[in-house]
C-alpha cells in the first residue's frame, strides 16, 4: 500500500503514475516531445495535457505510464499565455486598449488551417488580456483563457479588428491549470536527474521534478471513500453513501475524485447524487488488490457501500 501523496512514493511508483510539469522548447511538436520523455525514462506511455504549436515554448504537464488515464480530466483545464503581438502597422495606446477589450469574453473562432482538429467554428472565452509591455509595434499580451484557444487566430483577428493586420510573434505558455512556471523541469534536467538515479543512486533530483498524480487533480472535487470502499471501486463499483466519508458541494454529472484517506486518488468519476449512489466510476487510477477485498458480490455495477 502506497503512503499518502504527500508522502514518500517510491520512484518506481512515480514513474508509473506520475506527472512532470514540463518546460517545452521551441521546434518540437508536444507530441515528440512526450516521446523524448519517454526515452529518457525508459518507459512505454507517456502523454502531454494540451497541445503547444512546435514555435512555442512554456508549460506543457507530462503524464507518465498508468497516469495517461487521467489526461481527460487535464485538457480542459484554463490556460496562460505572454505572446508577442506584431502590429504590422503604428497604432495609437488607446485604440489598441479599445479593442483587446472587446476580444474579452466569449469568441467564435474557427481553427487554422495547419491545426490538427476540424476546422467548424467554436466558441471560447478569453478571461483577460493584459497589455505588459509595448516597444513600437510588438506589443506583449498576457491572455487567459478557456481551453483551446487559438492565440494565433487571436492575434490575427485583433489587427483585422484595427484596420492594420498584425500576427503573433512569439507564444509561451505560462500556466495550465494548477501547473505554473514556479517549478518547471527540462528535457536536460531530466536526462541528468534520471542519470543521478541510475548511476548515483541518488533520488534527489528526480524525485524535485516527478510529481504524484494527485497534485494534477486538485482543481477536481474531492470524495473521501472508505479503506473498505476501495477495492470495490477499483473493480468498477458505484460509489454508494455508506463508503463515503467526506462529500464536497456536488452538482449532477460533475468529474469528481475519489481518494483514500490517505489522499490517494483511486478513481475518476461521475457525480450522479440519486437512489443512494454518489458516482459512477469514470476511471479507475489505482489497481485492483492495493487494498484489501471487503465486498463478495462479483458484478461489476454493485455499489460500494463500503460496510
Sequence with gaps: MSNSADGQRTIDELIRKGVINLDKPAGPTSHEVAAWVKRILQIKKA?????????????????????????????RLPKEYVCV???????????????LKEFTGVLYQRPPLKSAVKRQIRKREVYFIDVLEREGNDVLLKI?????????????????????GAHMQELRRTKVGPFD??????LHDLTDAY???????????????????????????RIIIRDTAVDAICHGARLAEPGVISLPRLDAKQLVGMYTTRDEIVALGISVLEGGI???VKRVMMAPGTYPRSWKSRKTNRPASGT
Design 47 to 75: 502523454g502531454h495535457s494540451g497541445t503547444l504549436d512546435p514555435k512555442a515554448t512554456g508549460v506543457l504537464p507530462i503524464l507518465l505510464q498508468d497516469a495517461t488515464k487521467a489526461v481527460g480530466a487535464l485538457v
Design 85 to 99: 503581438l506584431h502590429l504590422h502597422k503604428r497604432v495609437p495606446e488607446g485604440e489598441l486598449l479599445d479593442v
Design 144 to 164: 487567459g483563457c478557456e481551453a483551446g484557444t487559438y492565440i494565433r487566430k487571436l492575434c490575427h483577428d485583433v489587427g483585422e479588428a484595427l484596420g492594420v
Design 181 to 186: 512556471e514556479s517549478k518547471l523541469a527540462t
Design 195 to 221: 542519470h543521478f538515479w541510475i548511476e548515483d543512486n541518488d533520488e534527489t533530483p528526480l524525485r524535485n521534478i516527478i510529481m504524484p498524480l494527485e497534485r494534477a487533480l486538485e482543481h477536481l472535487p
Design 278 to 280: 454518489v458516482a459512477e
